[in-house]
């Protein structure tokens, strides 16, 4: 799901990050707000499944009445249809105080669907709904949307993790786009959670991150290095009316120059909240990597292997194939995602900041070295249990705080 969501609004953040940046030879046209740079939020849109046979529950609207206290109800948000409700974490420099905010949000969640007699679960897909049932969430954008993509805005009754990380400028945020990029077959083969789809397994890892690509503004950012130069892509798209703000573009990664951060948005949805606020951690680590190292030169040909590494991330996750450039054609070469993603956690450890971060490289390093996935996890259960629905019954516990099991911990 990709509608506009937010982790917070202008007038929430604090003065250090609220303020304007104008890059070198930006026309005003979109202006970017600075962050403290590699400050991290998550947001999680989740599923709601009745008790009787798990399947999607439409319960949205009223979910949100029984959450208390009543503050929190600015950190919980509706989404396009109504068997979906979405996280909102504030703003962290440490992945463990992610972590203890996201145990506060999901107990008022779990307290309020008690009153309605339905269950939450995190997953990528919702294994056996299907897309004609789902009811559009009451919303004039909602239904806007419903009216423009058709049939679309209902298959978006998919479930997804989007990470924000801080940047001080629109140039700092276009970099750090390009450079995320490279990066996305780890997010998706790391967050994997969707193997099954409208009541079959699709064999791929992560079914929802095809769900995306449908829509005709997503894919990746443009190929421009300035900030100037995209305002100038931006208002012409704006001026023929094929966007009306930055909400309209689905990328994979986008800049969000409203609240000075950069949007990764390939990841499903973890089955726990520890695993998606891991991968805030690690979104975090690379960020500060790249944005040191600048290790890409963004050109032409930047993108040209990246639906082939996508593809390989969404069907095989871990055990894809990653197609690097060389020097010239004969350096170029594939290796396994799951050997990059150690190489790469090597790279980071210089810039580990706490013993918090530490524990995200040991983690992952864990996950990668055994082929671990959330994908995996639940076609396990469905192996032993038989049954779709009973496996959505054991997600859904696993999400809501049932002792995991040692994998996700």
């Known amino acids: 799901m990709t509608t506009e969501t937010l982790i917070r609004n202008e007038h929430d953040a604090p003065a250090s990050q609220a303020h304007v940046a104008g890059p070198q030879g930006s026309a005003g046209i979109l202006p970017f707000g600075s962050s403290t740079p590699f400050t991290m939020g998550i947001e999680l849109e989740l599923q709601l499944v009745n008790r009787r046979n798990y399947n999607l529950a439409s319960d949205a609207v009223d979910l949100l009445n029984w959450i208390e206290p009543r503050d929190l109800k600015k950190q919980i948000k509706l989404e396009m249809t109504q068997g979906m409700i979405e996280l909102n974490s504030g703003i962290h420099t440490r992945v463990d105080e992610l972590i203890e905010e996201l145990k506060g949000l999901r107990a008022a969640l779990n307290k309020g669907a008690q009153y309605l007699n339905i269950d939450v679960s995190g997953g990528g897909a919702h294994p056996f709904q299907h897309w004609n049932e789902q009811r559009i969430t009451p919303s004039e954008r909602f239904h806007y949307l419903h009216e423009k993509y ?81 305002e100038t892509y931006y208002d012409e798209l704006h001026q023929m009316g094929i966007i009306a703000s930055m909400k309209d573009f689905y990328w994979d990664i986008r800049p969000k120059p409203e609240y000075g951060t950069v949007e990764i948005r390939v990841c499903d949805t973890p089955l726990t909240i520890e695993h998606a606020a891991h991968l805030g951690a690690y979104a975090q ?30 069907r095989f996750g871990l055990n894809g194939q990653l197609a690097l450039h060389g020097a010239t054609p004969s350096q170029s070469r594939k290796l396994p995602i799951y050997e990059h993603l150690l190489q790469q956690l090597q790279l980071l450890e210089p810039y580990v900041a706490n013993e918090a971060e530490q524990q995200t490289i040991t983690r992952l390093r864990r996950i990668a070295h055994d082929r671990l996935s959330d994908a995996g996890w639940l076609r396990q259960m469905f192996a032993q249990r038989g049954s779709l629905n009973d496996m959505m019954r054991l997600s859904s516990e696993l999400w809501m705080g049932v002792e995991p099991p040692p994998y996700f911990q």
């Open 150 to 230: 058709g049939y679309l805005a209902k298959t978006f009754t998919v479930f997804g993790q989007h990470i924000h990380i801080g940047v001080e400028n629109g140039d700092d945020a276009l970099y750090l786009t390009h450079g995320f990029s490279r990066y996305v077959p780890h997010f998706i083969a790391l967050s994997a959670a969707s193997p099954f789809y409208q009541g079959a397994d699709t064999r791929f890892e992560s079914s929802r991150s095809n769900v995306v690509r449908a829509f005709p503004l997503s894919g990746t950012a443009p190929v421009h290095t300035t900030w100037a130069e995209f």
């Open 285 to 314: 680590l690379l960020a500060r990597w790249i944005l040191t190292e600048r290790p890409f030169v963004v050109g032409d040909d930047f993108y040209l292997l990246y639906q082939f590494n996508r593809f390989e991330a969404s």
